[in-house]
């Protein structure tokens, strides 16, 4: 998986934390852990963090059809403590929306920091900025069973998934997006049905973000990259830079 080659490498380069302890990770609002059970799967001691247990079983019964363990942990990405603290920790997929507040942004990279090893890496993907607009809505794609290797045999399934709607409210005071999820569903020998939800995210642009991780005062250098590849570009206004890479070094 690319994003886990991205993942070492950055603490690779970037971290400064002794080889004896460089081999641990945690994958914050980690839903179905890939990243924790490819490096798992690699050697590493993983975790992965989400507040629903429902997801974490999800993921141990990925973990365990991969043949590998992960530990997981139920919690509030804003408040936790770990038994053991992690050379590396991640928080991927832009669920750092999730975080609608200033002070929950600053309580998470705090709780990160507190978690992670002297010298270790905490890299935070975001959309890149020009993508925030309402312009660049609906965002859809389609999945099906055929796409993963570990469905052969199974009965065919394909959802359509819709992530943001061209007319989802936002509210220019909290700068806080009603965004639309929905899933539809079609099953071998079943009608189609659609599952859809209604969650408050709020984007950060570059120099907002900038300014919470230095209020939290918890990481002692920072960068910013344009992608998630190897060497990364910087972020900026180029075709290179399509997302916010953030690493931050404890």
């Not at 380069?13 to 798992?40: I, Q």
């Not at 920790?89 to 709780?111: D, F, K, Y």
């Not at 394909?158 to 061209?166: P, Q």
């Not at 539809?184 to 859809?196: F, K, L, T, V």
Request: proline letters at 6%.
């Amino acid at each position: 998986m690319g994003e886990c080659d991205f993942l070492e490498y950055c603490l690779r380069e970037l971290g400064t934390v002794e080889v004896a302890h460089a081999r641990s990770y945690l994958e914050l609002a980690c839903g179905p852990a890939r990243h924790a059970r490819e490096l798992a799967r690699r050697g590493w001691r993983a975790s992965g963090l989400d507040l629903s247990q429902d997801m974490l079983e999800y993921a141990q019964a990925g973990a365990v059809s991969d043949g590998v363990h992960i530990e997981g942990v139920c919690a509030d990405m804003t408040d936790f403590t770990l038994p053991e603290p992690v050379a590396l920790a991640s928080n991927l997929m832009e669920s750092l929306s999730h975080l609608t507040t200033n002070e929950q942004v600053v309580a998470h990279l705090r709780a990160v920091a507190k978690n992670l090893l002297p010298g270790g890496v905490f890299v935070i993907e975001m959309a890149h900025p020009d993508s925030l607009g309402r312009e660049c809505l609906p965002n859809m794609w389609t999945s099906s069973s055929t796409d993963s290797p570990a469905f052969a045999g199974q009965p065919y399934t394909e959802v359509d998934m819709l992530f943001g709607s061209a007319d989802d409210p936002y509210d220019y005071v909290t700068q806080v997006w009603t965004v639309t999820t929905r899933l539809s569903i079609r099953e071998d020998g079943q009608p189609m049905r659609e599952i859809e939800h209604h969650y408050p995210h709020r984007w950060y642009l570059a120099q907002e973000l900038r300014a919470l991780i230095d209020l939290s005062g918890a990481f002692s250098q920072q960068w910013w990259l344009g992608n998630i590849c190897m060497p990364p570009p910087a972020l900026d206004g180029t075709s290179l830079s399509i997302r916010m890479i953030v690493v931050l070094r404890k």
